[in-house]
């Protein structure tokens, strides 16, 4: 390796995993040329029990020597992570060793760093007998499963301090890259004008862009509804609809992509479709965005128009296309991808006369086909049943929506309801599912995936007034889990944001590691101040995983994945059968990251054992 004739003064190590009872033995390799230190190996483990590397392959110190050895010695420590399985699998641990690599090859100090018990056979296959008759007996076995994890404080993502803003900001949309969020929303700080701004959030809850990033602030207004984002490999492009005072023909759609780095590409904008437009919203497969919006150019009751966009900001040939001009209104319209097709669904008053709105949609291609032209009908009933969502798990799509089949008044007890699509555009279930037939209105669905759990998210009056003025009720968010195979989790929803001011128009995107965020307006209506608040949620628990140790000098550093706000703990022992003692207690997680020194004693030998206090 050209690494190793670099420096031949550095001790390098080579480990592998011995075929003999599943040991990892390790042996040490002296300077370049120089031959193995010890042949055929030293043992490092040899625990009764089979043995494996972590996957991920854990490598502390990225390969290099560790800071307390860098300065005056010649002599490596290396560190191995593996897997220890008991041969009955009931027990896996997590450990870590110190190795000291010199022509002896001594290893020394196997730490259990991450633990778990996993019952016996005989006992799993009792719980899973009382569990299938209580399903067989109830059929409420999905109904045991909410969120994974409760809902996180809420983060401040559009001012630098806690406190209310008296600038208007609302309508927050929220899309990832792979790495990091991007929220965005319209927001008044100009007087006479709203503009579109946005941040940059971490995996870890950090506000990159505290102070907020300007992605369109051209004079007049960037008007309602809010701006909309969505990610196409580490590129947002954020579209919304502008107003100018020059044009007769109405608002025309605009976009803006903004890097990774929050860079605002596309300074002037780009112009995607020129006046009569409203409702602009985007979605992103492998390599190209697809906007979409309400167009009164053909007809003044309004029908979807659409237009694909390339990564490098350019509005793909033949420009804007229809999707659904049927007679009658068709209008805020909503879009999803399974990372190739598209799905549009909108709200749909060609059925007024009868029974108000109806959602209709049609799967478009990548290429541009409309597979149903005059659209499919998704959901009709009495009173109205609009502000559709789309959102895609990758082998279905579903579609959510505001449903007043159960109001006896406007606006009094709207429910969410939805139906599941597959990737042909077909509906497959024509009755369509509640999601949520909670007391009070239910308001606004927004969903999202992991690829196979899923959250729809709304905003919520139960614990309001209740009354048709939407602004004035109080409202909170709530969300619900949908589980693999479909089944909603529970009619009645789970709380997310219930702080003591309206909380509305939720939006939803899937992060990584079972994370999403959910993010939303904030108006406190006693003295009419505004935030953009941000919640994140968890589909399950993330697997506790070290991600750098070093130890020396009298001390340990250990560092984790952790969840914000979980409690967790060091112990320590000389030997596994312990006493375990403990080395720090609640340690409370601030981020998604964590790190702790502590007193490493110099002993021969010191087991430490991290863990989750529950």
């Known amino acids: 390796d050209a690494r190793l004739r670099k420096r031949p003064d550095r001790l390098r190590g080579a480990l592998w995993q011995g075929q003999t009872a599943g040991a990892l033995p390790g042996g040490g390799l002296s300077a370049p040329g120089s031959g193995l230190s010890r042949l055929p190996g030293c043992a490092i483990s040899t625990r009764t029990a089979r043995q494996s590397r972590h996957r991920p392959p854990t490598r502390p110190c990225g390969g290099r020597t560790p800071p307390e050895n860098r300065q005056n010695s010649p002599v490596d420590a290396l560190r191995q992570v593996w897997q220890n399985r008991a041969m009955n699998e009931s027990e896996k641990q997590f450990f870590f060793t110190r190795v000291a690599l010199s022509t002896c090859g001594r290893a020394k100090n196997q730490i259990p760093i991450s633990n778990y018990q996993r019952a016996s056979s005989k006992l799993y296959k009792l719980i899973f007998a009382i569990v299938a008759t209580i399903?067989?007996?109830?059929?409420?076995?999905?109904?045991?499963?909410?969120?994974?994890?409760?809902?996180?404080?809420?983060?401040?993502?559009?001012?630098?301090?806690?406190?209310?803003?008296?600038?208007?900001?609302?309508?927050?949309?929220?899309?990832?890259?792979?790495?990091?969020?991007?929220?965005?929303?319209?927001?008044?700080?100009?007087?006479?004008?709203?503009?579109?701004?946005?941040?940059?959030?971490?995996?870890?809850?950090?506000?990159?862009?505290?102070?907020?990033?300007?992605?369109?602030?051209?004079?007049?207004?960037?008007?309602?509804?809010a701006p909309r984002v969505a990610a196409c490999g580490d590129t947002f492009l954020v579209v919304w609809n502008y107003q100018s005072p020059s044009s007769s023909k109405g608002s025309s759609?605009?976009?803006?992509?903004?890097?990774?780095?929050?860079?605002?590409?596309?300074?002037?904008?780009?112009?995607?479709?020129?006046?009569?437009?409203?409702?602009?919203?985007?979605?992103?497969?492998?390599?190209?965005?697809?906007?979409?919006?309400?167009?009164?150019?053909?007809?003044?009751?309004?029908?979807?128009?659409?237009?694909?966009?390339?990564?490098?900001?350019?509005?793909?040939?033949?420009?804007?296309?229809?999707?659904?001009?049927?007679?009658?209104?068709?209008?805020?319209?909503?879009?999803?991808?399974?990372?190739?097709?598209?799905?549009?669904?909108?709200?749909?008053?060609?059925?007024?006369?009868?029974?108000?709105?109806?959602?209709?949609?049609?799967?478009?291609?990548?290429?541009?086909?409309?597979?149903?032209?005059?659209?499919?009908?998704?959901?009709?009933?009495?009173?109205?049943?609009?502000?559709?969502?789309?959102?895609?798990?990758?082998?279905?799509?579903?579609?959510?929506?505001?449903?007043?089949?159960?109001?006896?008044?406007?606006?009094?007890?709207?429910?969410?309801?939805?139906?599941?699509?597959?990737?042909?555009?077909?509906?497959?279930?024509?009755?369509?599912?509640?999601?949520?037939?909670?007391?009070?209105?239910?308001?606004?669905?927004?969903?999202?995936?992991?690829?196979?759990?899923?959250?729809?998210?709304?905003w919520d009056s139960r614990n309001g007034t209740n009354n048709a003025n939407i602004y004035t009720n109080n409202y909170d968010i709530y969300g619900v889990s949908i589980i693999a195979g479909g089944q909603v989790a529970s009619a009645s929803g789970w709380p997310i944001n219930c702080d003591p001011s309206n909380q509305d128009h939720p939006h939803i995107a899937f992060g990584k590691d079972h994370q999403f965020l959910v993010v939303h307006s904030a108006n406190n209506i006693t003295n009419s101040t505004y935030k953009i608040m941000g919640n994140f949620i968890y589909s399950q628990e993330p697997d506790l995983r070290i991600t750098s140790s070093q130890f020396g000098n009298g001390q340990g550093t250990l560092g984790w994945n952790s969840v914000p706000s979980f409690t967790y703990q060091i112990l320590s022992a000389s030997q596994l059968t312990g006493p375990w003692n403990p080395v720090l207690s609640n340690v409370v997680a601030t981020s998604t990251l964590s790190s702790v020194t502590f007193a490493a004693s110099g002993a021969a030998q010191q087991f430490f054992w991290l863990s989750r206090v529950k």
């Not at 969120?147 to 899309?175: E, M, R």
């Not at 792979?178 to 100009?190: H, N, P």
């Not at 659409?306 to 209104?329: L, M």
């Open 253 to 458: 759609v605009y976009g803006c992509r903004v890097g990774a780095d929050g860079r605002v590409m596309d300074t002037s904008g780009i112009l995607i479709a020129s006046g009569s437009s409203a409702y602009a919203n985007v979605a992103a497969n492998e390599s190209k965005w697809l906007v979409d919006w309400r167009s009164t150019l053909l007809d003044s009751a309004g029908d979807i128009f659409g237009a694909f966009v390339s990564t490098n900001g350019e509005v793909a040939s033949p420009g804007s296309f229809g999707i659904c001009t049927a007679a009658s209104s068709q209008s805020v319209s909503s879009i999803a991808s399974d990372g190739t097709n598209f799905f549009v669904a909108w709200h749909d008053y060609r059925n007024g006369a009868t029974r108000n709105w109806d959602i209709y949609g049609t799967l478009v291609s990548s290429s541009g086909t409309i597979v149903s032209p005059g659209g499919m009908l998704i959901a009709g009933a009495k009173n109205e049943q609009w502000f559709p969502n789309v959102a895609c798990n990758g082998s279905e799509y579903l579609v959510t929506w505001e449903d007043g089949r159960n109001e006896v008044t406007f606006l009094t007890n709207s429910d969410i309801y939805g139906a599941w699509i597959d990737l042909s555009g077909a509906l497959l279930n024509p009755n369509p599912i509640p999601i949520c037939t909670a007391p009070g209105n239910q308001l606004d669905p927004a969903a999202a995936f992991d690829g196979t759990n899923g959250f729809v998210v709304w």
């Open 135 to 225: 399903w067989l007996l109830s059929r409420e076995f999905m109904l045991l499963a909410q969120f994974a994890l409760p809902p996180l404080p809420p983060i401040n993502i559009s001012s630098t301090t806690t406190n209310w803003d008296s600038t208007l900001k609302h309508g927050a949309c929220v899309a990832f890259n792979g790495t990091q969020y991007l929220v965005v929303w319209r927001d008044e700080r100009q007087p006479a004008s709203g503009d579109v701004f946005g941040a940059r959030v971490t995996t870890s809850g950090v506000v990159l862009d505290p102070n907020g990033i300007s992605i369109s602030s051209i004079p007049n207004n960037q008007n309602d509804p």
